[in-house]
């Protein structure tokens, strides 16, 4: 399965925050540390499995999403293993319901590869956090859709990193399309709402036999891009 349908085809699993399709180290960990009692925004719930370790973890979470099944799933997850989290059905960049000030910490993650416009989502996400707060976004990595792996040890670039045109994916029998955010286009769209990027990471995937997302180009290059932006004080 495409890397791009993340986390189509996955199980929960509240044990641990997952990054991304194969991910897991010590580094990605650092990213998160202890949440007991911290105000946690998570802007894109997935298949709610993130939004479920967090709380089980102490942490106070809030989330949205614009899928209406993604939300309600999330929910029944959090009933399931006896914890509240506080869900929105509703457009990413759109945060009403949180004063400012208010956030400790945001995480999107493979969420805002369906949002065209990012400066909007940053904008309300700084408007949200706390100073000195940090905004941690997950998303598809450019090398990973712009390429093929034609045979084994040999890639093929299928796709100019210069595009800007939507990228199609399948899997489990579901389509989709992604927009094609590049590094330079977060980075400066964090940069201008207030979001100082601190941290820039292209972790090598980890597949194991019973991922569905097999790829002979983990070998060769990230599947997923991970930047952090922190909001400056003023």
């Known amino acids: 399965m495409s890397t791009l349908a993340y986390p189509l085809g996955l199980e929960p699993n509240v044990g641990s925050f997952e990054f991304g399709p194969n991910l897991s180290s010590e580094v990605l960990d650092r990213l998160i540390g202890n949440v007991e009692g911290k105000r946690i925004l998570e802007v894109g719930v997935g298949n709610g499995s993130n939004a479920v370790a967090l709380a089980l973890a102490g942490a106070r979470v809030i989330a ?3 899928d209406a099944d993604r939300v309600a799933a999330a929910r029944a997850l959090a009933e399931q ?3 509240r989290i506080e869900l929105h059905h509703g457009d990413l960049a759109e945060l ?3 004063r400012a000030d208010a956030i400790d910490m945001a995480f999107s993650i493979y969420s805002l590869q369906a949002v065209e416009d990012l400066g909007r989502v940053f904008r309300q996400v700084e408007r949200v956090l706390r100073n000195e707060g940090t905004l941690t976004v997950t998303l598809p990595h450019p090398l990973e859709y712009c390429t093929d792996a034609d045979s084994p040890g040999a890639l093929r670039i299928s796709r100019s990193l210069f595009s800007e045109d939507q990228v199609g994916w399948s899997g ?3 389509e989709g399309t992604i927009y094609a955010h590049s ?3 977060v980075f400066r769209e964090m940069s201008r709402s207030n979001l100082r990027v601190d941290m820039v990471l292209e972790p090598q995937p980890t597949v194991t036999a019973d991922s569905p997302y097999r790829s002979s180009k983990a070998d060769w290059i990230p599947a997923t891009l991970v930047i952090r932006g922190r909001k400056e004080g003023v």
């Open 183 to 185: 590094l330079s286009t």
């Open 81 to 83: 293993h006896g914890v």
């Open 96 to 98: 009403p319901f949180i």
């Open 172 to 174: 489990a029998g579901v």
């Open 64 to 66: 949205v999403d614009s």
